[in-house]
């Protein structure tokens, strides 16, 4: 059958792919990060394979965990392209998103406050994070920041709870679950991600889900994880109104809710002018990690244990 997009793009992140089994494997230069990096490469690499079997002709694959710089492109088929690191705009984080028609989510995780693996949004300093009522989940984020370049968020996968997130946020979206309740040493990785690879392939006939912009306003109540204090100086820093360790944000669109979630999340007023900058030393900091990575990976052969599947 003919594939109905032929230009992909793929966001990549560690916590619901194949080899992050605890928080360390989420964490920055830990023995357990390595083993996930590996798992990771592994799951967009065969992806990426059966995406270009079935004709689609550009894959971009935006790594989008923690810096943006755990995806080793030497591991992953060249067909594709990596994109590590973040970049300003115009989609946040991500860039331009050079033509792409359908975005598929890789190794996502559940919301802020809610059940799954390793859920949070944007950052484990938020505890919970509601949405007129509703708990957010980063696909919302992400996938309404592509829809004004007429993207599809066509394919999602991550834990059975941040799928049924997914699914309640996305109408039609096609996913894919990742299982971690069970032993780790039970999980047979080679089969789930040929079936991962499967189920992408198929969300290439998805033409039930649009573009994902939901109308606003918006009032979400972010509930900061270390307390009043905190809340308190963050609320002053950006002009947000607090009621104890919760930040209430009103946004006239999901665009200004993303924006105000990124400062509160990642920035400081500092940092925010100084944005080239900081975004610099950032994925210099990821190009270091990745570097480190490397090293790591030539050692296995020096004794160290590195048990990627
Ligand atoms: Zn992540």
């Known amino acids: 059958m003919m594939t109905r997009y032929k230009n992909v793009l793929i966001v990549a992140d560690i916590e619901g792919s194949s080899g992050c089994w605890d928080y360390a494997g989420s964490a920055f230069k830990t023995r357990q990060w390595v083993n996930a990096c590996l798992a990771m490469c592994r799951d967009v690499d065969v992806v990426v394979k059966r995406l270009v079997a079935e004709g689609v002709q550009q894959v971009i694959v935006k790594d989008f965990h923690r810096t943006g710089y755990n995806l080793l492109p030497e591991r992953i088929d060249p067909r594709c392209r990596i994109v590590s690191g973040y970049r300003r705009g115009p989609v ?39 949405v007129d009522g509703q708990p957010l989940p980063e696909i919302a984020l992400f ?23 997914a699914e309640d946020v996305i109408g039609g979206i096609d996913t894919f679950s990742i299982e971690k309740s069970g032993n780790v040493e039970d999980f047979d990785a080679r089969r789930w991600r040929q079936a991962l690879a499967a189920a992408a392939a198929n969300s290439l006939q998805n033409n039930r889900v649009t573009p994902y912009l939901p109308e606003g306003p918006f009032h979400a109540t972010v509930s900061m994880r270390d307390g009043q204090a905190v ?79």
């Open 92 to 130: 946040p984080g991500v860039g331009n998103p050079s033509g792409a028609e359908a975005v598929m989510f890789l190794g996502l995780h559940a919301a802020s406050g809610t059940d799954g693996f390793l859920p949070h949004t944007l950052t484990s300093r938020i505890s919970n994070l509601l």
């Open 143 to 165: 996938a309404s920041s592509l829809a004004p370049y007429g993207i599809r968020p066509v394919f999602f996968s991550g834990c059975p709870v941040a799928c049924k997130q």
């Open 231 to 309: 809340a308190s100086r963050l609320a002053r820093r950006w002009g947000f109104e607090v009621r104890g360790a919760d930040l209430l944000i009103q946004a006239e669109n999901i665009d200004s809710l993303y924006r105000d979630l990124i400062r509160l999340c990642y920035l400081t007023p500092l940092v925010q002018r100084l944005l080239p900058l900081s975004l610099g030393l950032f994925n210099l900091q990821g190009r270091i990690g990745l570097a480190w990575l490397r090293r790591r990976l030539k050692e296995k052969t020096n004794g160290e244990q590195v048990t990627a599947r």
